[in-house]
């Protein structure tokens, strides 16, 4: 999964741009991406589940921000 993440993403970037520092940042995200994966073989999830956008809560206006503590 990881590999396929890789090659479609700057694959897909670099004929999008159309420029060589993109296959540059292709070499040097691999080794990053392979030790992400054995450090978390689950880290391409843990990464997608922290990015979404999580809904506000009521308090945000009175805390100035979430506060999602029980």
């Known amino acids: 999964m990881y590999a396929m993440v890789w090659l479609f993403g700057f694959v897909l ?3 999008w741009v159309q420029s060589w520092p993109v296959i ?3 070499a ?3 080794p990053a991406l392979w030790k992400a994966a054995d450090w978390d ?3 391409l ?3 997608v589940t922290a990015l979404q956008e999580t809904p506000p809560t009521p308090n945000r206006k009175i805390h100035s921000g ?3 503590a029980a």
């Open 41 to 43: 073989p689950a880290f």
């Open 24 to 26: 540059v940042a292709a």
């Open 66 to 68: 979430d506060s999602y």
């Open 28 to 30: 040097l995200a691999y």
């Open 13 to 15: 970037l670099f004929l």
């Open 45 to 47: 999830e843990v990464l």
